[in-house]
């Protein structure tokens, strides 16, 4: 199985730009890469998912490599709601493997 | 509200009883899926329906969990003879297409 890396954590100022690395050495070439986070108490949500262009949606930017083995998740405008665990998942069909994913704290 | 609804949202049980759980999915997806979640881990994948049928059972859903989804729409997750590690909270989603999931505020299970 493609397996992601993410960083455990990661601050963030309010109004300031996230960017959320997320290593996915081993993916195939026709395999997509989705975002989804975790608001404290709260399902996950989809945020955003691509293949190898760059996509941009009304919550996210996804910035892939042209490699493809890394993609940058991006809040452009970081708020306070914005906190919350962010899981880069890789591919294994419908059954989300999320990880341990980045914890993201925007502060005031 | 059309999201994923989840009833109820809190159980609390003493070990040994059984507890069911419902999820009604948004109503235009044919696929419907369970995860549990414990403290300070991200969500497993238990189980999928396509329509009424359930494709695929995590190893981790022991004899004692069951799930249905009769009809093709709202789905339950039975648990017999809980026990203390069963304390968890299961998260239903459904989707249209299989990794774009639309997720319940899940079930906290507390098992004393």
């Known amino acids: 199985d493609a397996k992601t890396t993410q960083p455990t954590s990661m601050d963030c100022a309010e109004g300031r730009a996230a960017n959320l690395p997320c290593n996915h050495s081993t993916i195939s070439g026709n395999e997509y890469v989705y975002w989804y986070r975790q608001i404290h108490s709260q399902g996950p949500q989809y945020i955003i998912h691509?293949?190898?262009n760059n996509e941009t949606n009304e919550m996210a930017s996804l910035i892939i490599t042209e490699d493809r083995k890394s993609s940058t998740l991006i809040l452009p405008h970081a708020t306070l709601r914005d906190t919350a665990v962010y899981y880069c998942i890789g591919p294994n069909d419908y059954k989300l493997s999320f990880g341990a994913g980045t914890t993201v704290t925007v502060r005031a | 509200d059309t999201g994923v609804s989840q009833d109820p949202r809190h159980k609390i049980t003493k070990r040994g009883q059984n507890v069911t759980f419902r999820c009604d999915p948004i109503?235009?997806?044919?696929?419907l899926y369970w995860y549990r979640q414990t403290l300070g881990q991200g969500p497993e994948f238990l189980t999928y329906?396509?329509?009424?049928?359930?494709?695929?059972k995590s190893r981790l859903l022991s004899d004692r969990f069951s799930a249905e989804r009769p009809k093709g729409s709202f789905s339950t997750l039975e648990i017999q003879r809980t026990e203390q590690g069963d304390s968890a909270m299961y998260l239903c989603a459904s989707s249209r297409r299989p990794r774009e999931q639309y997720f319940g505020p899940g079930t906290r299970l507390t098992v004393t």
């Open positions: 329906f396509q329509n009424e049928a359930q494709l695929e």
């Open positions: 691509g293949l190898k």
């Open positions: 109503s235009e997806h044919n696929r």
